[in-house]
């Protein structure tokens, strides 16, 4: 499955190029093979002008047999086709299958790592992770069947050109080497250049696809020349930078094609005289031609392998450090069992201190204790850390000091599974997978039968409407499916947990799009999912908390009052302020009256 | 940005359809025309310079050296210098010119595009997925963007090149030439236009594969943190490695429809050669043509392969681009179905805000959201519009800024139809605050400037003092300027909404459309910002979709909404004596608030 890159290494680089390795040596067998039909592809290819020039002088300016010749250099045809397809076949499969495994590799370490490390990284960070590096890497893995048989090749071209002509070949390859130096250079230049351009690209995506989601804001209050505008920079430095790159591009390419006609000019000044005096073949002057121009591709294709290479060590290091960056939030060696049976799911909160950043924290020294089987419900202002309350539960960021028990036993020496599997969070953002309702239902446990997924629709007061759906339970929701109202998906969102038949249920503000009169329903079936579950209700609305049998006020980072909600509102301030009771007390009364 | 663009038929052109998608891109390229005519005359001249070499060989070798004659080979050698430096310039010039006027029209494109996008209505935004507008804007426009980069100059170039080969072998030895392209022409032409077949169905097939696989990529990433609340990572990545396999295996059928053809393509070019020996050698003893012609076809044939080969590599690149610009032209055709009056008019600075006898329905939906509705709301009124979850405030609120044209009646500001007013002056005067806030990527302060780009930093100040929030923003670290992050994730679900509140307290319109959302707030917090609204309120129209009791008891007239219909309206002791709609209504309302108010028991 995962192979989570254990190895730290000394330098990040070295950690790339180890990454590559490891993948590589697992097809090492098709490489191997590419390689080899590579070989025979430029024995063929090297042949020809062999035969062309052997040709030319014993048979069109000789007396010797045309056909021969020609039917010999057909056979070479034959050789070079067969075996270049094969290169081909051999160098792009290696390639693709190495970018498919590493991307999965990176999606399955992207899922396990902590929360925290995706709450600073943005999505489109990791996006281009697993493609447009992945690419990169692809791009310089088919290199390497088709560069290694290019050198095969190039090497076997200088050697013939020197045995023959050993002047000559000097001269006429003298500007060869340039050209190898070249490309790599202007791989080295053009690089930063398409970065940039890949930058503004996603720069410009992100303005595009918020105007696009937040489009509702944007015309309710007619905001439309901010986005143009920020559209319009967008589009502006894309179209600067990518004519930096054209700037490079221009001085280099040109060059690129223009290098091997100097060795063909060398061959015709220097052959050409030769050939006057004699001391050189017509045929060996077209030899020494056509060998110039097979050697074009091979150089400038080692060039770009160079330059392929660079880009690719850029992209694995980046693949590389998201592989490495170890979950901060892992499973324990060695995982404790939960102790079963009798009255299981106390939760006990101790001493925790915790803070987003290190310096400003948000719990401090908090102490809960919930006996099993009991409710709670947890009140206190906008921002004052509820919800991570609930994140700290189920371990989504550790404590800085204390700690948090399940049953005794501290969370952090429970498997991450079995932790999660007995605590379920209803979060206070919905989010639904792009999948049938009965599927978005049974998340958690997906062989969950028909009758469990209703079942636990019902009490979430979701069933009715789903049935209304256009194919009920098989309805696509989701990004790109069927839109539900918030209240809507709120409701499925509870099934969800309710299906997970956790001992530890956490409700952050589940009902807060919920209709108050659908509320009311809700609220009696919520009583038979909590009957002798532990549940943390947070909640505002004093309907909601009344569900629970104690309430517990947060405030300044630790727990201010516990008692009834009576009991609170008797003889709590702050309580009373946190719930306005004051002001509803009255509007209320007077509104029924 | 990544989600899969809308593949299959729109991806499939006709040839009308790719000529006038041609014919557009024309006009579109209009300012740039003197650049692309340089660039065009430099191509033109760069490919000549190609075609030179080895015509100068082929002088060198016979008026050279086939005739003893130093000074004709010295020529031939004076004239290759000269070329290539000629060539080396003209090769600069038409990359720059080429990108010059590319990137200009990309640049408007991108513009252009955008700004018809923001004109869509809202049932456009409705109608297309979000995913696919995005991949609008980035995936076809970039596809363009290589074509132009790469392709086009190749394209150019290479055609050129293989008419100007096919001319000048003609002109050297037509026998040759005949011989050559009965060969070749047959067999490259087949297997040419079976490879295009093949391989535009695979690409396809790989584009919509890496589309899937992507958006279940970024569905993993978003959807990270559900993931993990209940233990299915390793569901996950079972599902995506299906995907990701499937897309393996596209991308290998495309490898295997091209390899064929590569092979094919090296196999011809070398059996050229053998030909060219064969016929040439038995022309040469015939005395039909000189032995420097066979030379220069031999050396002429890298001419006419290699652009045959870029020809059927660039076929995609070319292919996908005229797509892409098909489906920007379509989005840019699409009519606004809210446009503004081709003559409009300045709505008047203050009046009445009068639906008439609305009635409305959704895209694609049979049953009308809203059914023959009229309301009024006078100058300086407030309205709270009340109603069961679905009953169609929201739309009502739409309808009446505008958001949306009724399917029949109309609304009316100080009686001009809102249909005949400027979109900027209706803007000025009606301003919606939608249900649901959203968060864009920036800071505090820019997220909510966005209400109104002109305001100062202090304006913006003044509005969260007005909600009672800015304090509680300052004491972060970065203060206002702390980054919200995507979709706002750096803040608690409380201040989320806040921020979105203070936006509709920095607004300073006429009539204040208020869709009011259902609370994330701590009642205290609620409290503070109501009284704040409340201020905002006084002294304009206000149309508040309450689904809070407090709101409702503080307008002048409540209208009741049920089942698209306006079931009730009056006063909140007149609808309470009717004892109907509202009265069941309030009571729920009361019922869910009970521990509070002692005397309605529980
Ligand atoms: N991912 C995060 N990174 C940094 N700070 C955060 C993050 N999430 C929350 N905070 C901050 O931590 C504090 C507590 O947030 P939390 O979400 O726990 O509040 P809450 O009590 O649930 O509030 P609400 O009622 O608004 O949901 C807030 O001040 C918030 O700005
Ligand atoms: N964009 C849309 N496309 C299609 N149908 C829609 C759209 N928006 C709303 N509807 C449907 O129109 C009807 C009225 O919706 P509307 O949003 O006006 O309700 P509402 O009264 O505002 O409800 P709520 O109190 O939940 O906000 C509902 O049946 C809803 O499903
Ligand atoms: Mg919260
Ligand atoms: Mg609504």
């Known amino acids: 499955m995962v192979k989570r890159s254990g190895r730290a290494s000394s330098t990040p680089g070295a950690g790339g190029w180890a990454l590559l390795r490891a993948v590589l040596a697992e097809q090492k067998f098709g490489l191997i093979a590419g390689m080899a039909v590579g070989l025979a592809w430029s024995a063929g290819k090297v042949t020809?002008?062999?035969?062309?020039?052997?040709?030319?002088?014993?048979?069109?300016?000789?007396?010797?047999?045309?056909?021969?010749?020609?039917?010999?250099?057909?056979?070479?045809?034959?050789?070079?086709?067969?075996?270049?397809?094969?290169?081909?076949?051999?160098?792009?499969?290696?390639?693709?299958?190495?970018?498919?495994?590493?991307?999965?590799?990176?999606?399955?370490?992207?899922?396990?790592?902590?929360?925290?490390?995706?709450?600073?990284?943005?999505?489109?960070?990791?996006?281009?992770?697993?493609?447009?590096?992945?690419?990169?890497?692809?791009?310089?893995?088919?290199?390497?069947?088709?560069?290694?048989?290019?050198?095969?090749?190039?090497?076997?071209?200088?050697?013939?050109?020197?045995?023959?002509?050993?002047?000559?070949?000097?001269?006429?390859?003298?500007?060869?080497?340039?050209?190898?130096?070249?490309?790599?250079?202007?791989?080295?230049?053009?690089?930063?250049?398409?970065?940039?351009?890949?930058?503004?690209?996603?720069?410009?995506?992100?303005?595009?696809?918020?105007?696009?989601?937040?489009?509702?804001?944007?015309?309710?209050?007619?905001?439309?020349?901010?986005?143009?505008?920020?559209?319009?920079?967008?589009?502006?430095?894309?179209?600067?930078?990518?004519?930096?790159?054209?700037?490079?591009?221009?001085?280099?390419?040109?060059?690129?094609?223009?290098?091997?006609?100097?060795?063909?000019?060398?061959?015709?000044?220097?052959?050409?005289?030769?050939?006057?005096?004699?001391?050189?073949?017509?045929?060996?002057?077209?030899?020494?031609?056509?060998?110039?121009?097979?050697?074009?591709?091979?150089?400038?294709?080692?060039?770009?392998?160079?330059?392929?290479?660079?880009?690719?060590?850029?992209?694995?290091?980046?693949?590389?450090?998201?592989?490495t960056t170890a979950p901060a939030v892992a499973d324990p060696k060695a995982p404790v069992t939960l102790p079963e049976g009798g009255a299981v799911g106390a939760v006990r909160f101790e001493h925790v201190t915790f803070g987003y950043s290190a310096d400003s924290p948000v719990l401090r020294e908090f102490d809960l204790t919930i006996p099993a089987g009991a409710s709670v419900a947890l009140v206190g202002g906008t921002g004052g850390g509820k919800s991570t309350v609930a994140r700290l539960l189920i371990r989504f960021y550790d404590v800085q000091s204390g700690c948090i028990q399940l049953d005794g036993v501290d969370v952090r020496d429970l498997s991450l599974r079995v932790l999660r599997q007995e605590v379920s969070v209803v979060f206070e953002d919905t989010f639904l997978f792009h999948d049938s309702v009965g599927a978005n239902i049974a998340f958690a446990r997906p062989d969950a039968p028909q009758a469990d997924v209703e079942a636990a629709a019902r009490l979430a007061g979701a069933h009715d409407f789903i049935l209304e759906l256009p194919d009920g339970y098989g309805t696509v929701i989701g990004e790109r499916g069927y839109s539900l109202s918030g209240g809507q998906r709120q409701r499925i969102a509870l099934a969800r947990a309710i299906v997970a038949n956790p001992r530890v249920l956490v409700l952050d503000d589940a009902t807060s799009a919920v209709d108050p009169s659908k509320e009311h329903e809700i609220r009696e079936a919520m009583r038979t999912v909590m009957d002798g579950r532990t549940t943390i209700v947070i909640a505002h609305r004093p309907g909601t908390i009344a569900l629970a049998d104690t309430v517990v006020l947060l405030d300044d980072g630790g727990v201010a009052a516990t008692g009834t909600h009576e009991q609170l509102l008797a003889t709590n301030e702050r309580y009373r302020v946190v719930l306005a009771a004051l002001a509803a007390d009255d509007d209320v009364e007077e509104a029924v009256s | 940005m990544f989600a899969a663009g809308a593949i299959a038929e729109e991806d499939k052109l006709d040839r009308a359809e790719t000529g006038r998608v041609l014919r557009r891109s024309l006009q579109f390229a209009q300012p740039y025309r003197r650049t692309i005519w340089w660039a065009i005359g430099l191509v033109c001249m760069s490919t000549t310079c190609t075609l030179a070499g080895p015509v100068l060989v082929k002088f060198g070798l016979d008026h050279g050296i086939g005739s003893d004659n130093a000074r004709a080979l010295n020529i031939a050698v004076a004239g290759y210098v000269l070329v290539v430096i000629i060539a080396y310039f003209v090769g600069r010039g038409q990359y720059l010119a080429i990108n010059r006027a590319g990137e200009g029209f990309l640049r408007d494109l991108r513009v252009t595009v955008f700004d018809k996008l923001q004109a869509q209505s809202m049932a456009y935004f409705d109608r297309n997925k979000a995913g696919v507008l995005v991949s609008r804007m980035t995936a076809d426009i970039e596809s363009m963007g290589e074509l132009i980069q790469w392709g086009l100059l190749q394209f150019v170039g290479a055609g050129l090149l293989l008419v100007m080969t096919l001319i000048l072998m003609t002109a050297m030895s037509w026998q040759l030439t005949l011989m050559v392209v009965l060969f070749v022409a047959p067999v490259l032409g087949v297997a040419s236009i079976r490879f295009q077949r093949q391989s535009n169905a695979a690409y396809l097939d790989v584009r919509e594969r890496v589309g899937t696989n992507l958006s279940n990529l970024q569905e993993g990433i978003t959807g990270v943190r559900v993931i993990q609340a209940y233990g299915r990572e390793a569901e996950q990545e079972r599902r995506f490695v299906v995907t990701n396999r499937a897309l393996y295996g596209s991308h290998l059928h495309s490898v295997k429809v091209s390899t064929w053809y590569f092979g094919l393509v090296e196999w011809s070019g070398i059996m050229s050669i053998a030909l060219i020996v064969g016929v040439g050698g038995f022309l040469v003893h015939h005395g039909s043509v000189k032995f420097g012609t066979v030379a220069a076809f031999v050396l002429l044939l890298a001419n006419l392969f290699d652009p045959v080969q870029q020809l059927s590599q660039l076929y995609n690149t070319v292919q996908s681009a005229a797509a892409s610009l098909h489906k920007l032209y379509a989005l840019m055709d699409a009519e606004p179905d809210v446009a503004e009056h081709p003559r409009p008019v300045q709505l008047p600075s203050e009046g009445e805000l009068v639906a008439h006898a609305v009635t409305f329905a959704y895209d694609g939906t049979e049953r009308p959201a809203l059914h023959d509705v009229s309301l009024g709301v006078k100058p300086g009124e407030r309205v709270a519009l009340v109603g069961p979850t679905g009953a169609g405030k929201s739309t009502l609120a739409k309808l009446l800024s505008r958001l949306y044209d009724p399917t029949s009646g109309y609304v009316t500001y100080g009686d001009v139809d809102v249909r005949l007013a400027s979109l900027a002056s209706l803007r000025e005067r009606v301003v919606v605050v939608p249900q649901e806030g959203f968060l864009f990527g920036g800071t505090i302060m820019d997220n909510i400037r966005i209400a109104r780009p002109a305001a100062t930093d202090d304006d913006v100040a003044a509005a969260l003092v007005a909600i009672g929030a800015l304090e509680r923003f300052q004491e972060f670290p970065?203060?206002?300027?702390?980054?919200?992050?995507?979709?706002?994730?750096?803040?608690?679900?409380?201040?989320?909404?806040?921020?979105?509140?203070?936006?509709?307290?920095?607004?300073?319109?006429?009539?204040?459309?208020?869709?009011?959302?259902?609370?994330?707030?701590?009642?205290?917090?609620?409290?503070?910002?109501?009284?704040?609204?409340?201020?905002?309120?006084?002294?304009?129209?206000?149309?508040?979709?309450?689904?809070?009791?407090?709101?409702?008891?503080?307008?002048?007239?409540?209208?009741?909404?049920?089942?698209?219909?306006?079931?009730?309206?009056?006063?909140?002791?007149?609808?309470?004596?009717?004892?109907?709609?509202?009265?069941?209504?309030?009571?729920?309302?009361?019922?869910?608030?009970?521990?509070?108010?002692?005397?309605?028991?529980?």
């Open chain 1, 48 to 323: 020809v002008p062999k035969l062309t020039s052997l040709a030319v002088d014993r048979a069109i300016l000789g007396n010797g047999s045309l056909a021969f010749w020609a039917s010999l250099i057909a056979v070479m045809a034959f050789i070079a086709g067969i075996f270049t397809a094969w290169r081909r076949w051999f160098a792009f499969r290696e390639s693709r299958l190495t970018e498919t495994k590493l991307r999965e590799q990176l999606f399955a370490h992207v899922l396990r790592l902590h929360v925290g490390y995706h709450d600073h990284t943005q999505t489109g960070q990791l996006m281009s992770r697993a493609s447009s590096d992945l690419l990169q890497i692809q791009g310089f893995v088919v290199m390497i069947p088709i560069t290694a048989s290019n050198l095969a090749m190039v090497m076997a071209i200088v050697v013939i050109l020197f045995v023959q002509q050993p002047m000559l070949a000097l001269i006429a390859l003298a500007p060869l080497p340039f050209l190898n130096v070249l490309a790599t250079r202007f791989s080295r230049r053009i690089h930063p250049a398409v970065l940039a351009v890949q930058q503004e690209q996603a720069q410009l995506a992100t303005v595009v696809e918020e105007s696009v989601s937040g489009v509702r804001v944007i015309k309710g209050f007619g905001a439309h020349e901010v986005t143009a505008n920020r559209l319009r920079k967008e589009a502006d430095d894309i179209r600067t930078v990518s004519l930096d790159a054209a700037r490079v591009r221009s001085s280099f390419l040109p060059a690129l094609d223009l290098l091997p006609n100097l060795g063909l000019l060398a061959v015709l000044a220097i052959g050409g005289h030769r050939v006057l005096n004699g001391s050189m073949t017509r045929g060996q002057m077209l030899e020494f031609m056509q060998y110039i121009g097979l050697l074009i591709f091979p150089l400038r294709n080692l060039g770009m392998t160079v330059a392929f290479g660079q880009r690719a060590a850029a992209a694995l290091l980046r693949v590389n450090e998201v592989l």
């Open chain 2, 478 to 602: 970065e203060g206002l300027d702390t980054e919200v992050r995507e979709r706002g994730s750096r803040l608690s679900a409380g201040e989320r909404q806040l921020v979105s509140l203070a936006r509709a307290a920095l607004v300073d319109p006429a009539v204040l459309v208020l869709d009011e959302a259902t609370s994330n707030l701590d009642p205290g917090t609620e409290a503070v910002v109501e009284q704040a609204l409340e201020r905002l309120m006084t002294g304009r129209s206000v149309i508040v979709v309450a689904h809070r009791l407090t709101t409702v008891q503080r307008a002048d007239r409540i209208a009741v909404i049920d089942h698209a219909r306006l079931v009730e309206i009056g006063t909140h002791d007149e609808l309470m004596a009717l004892g109907g709609k509202y009265h069941a209504l309030a009571s729920a309302w009361a019922r869910s608030q009970p521990v509070i108010d002692p005397s309605a028991g529980r």
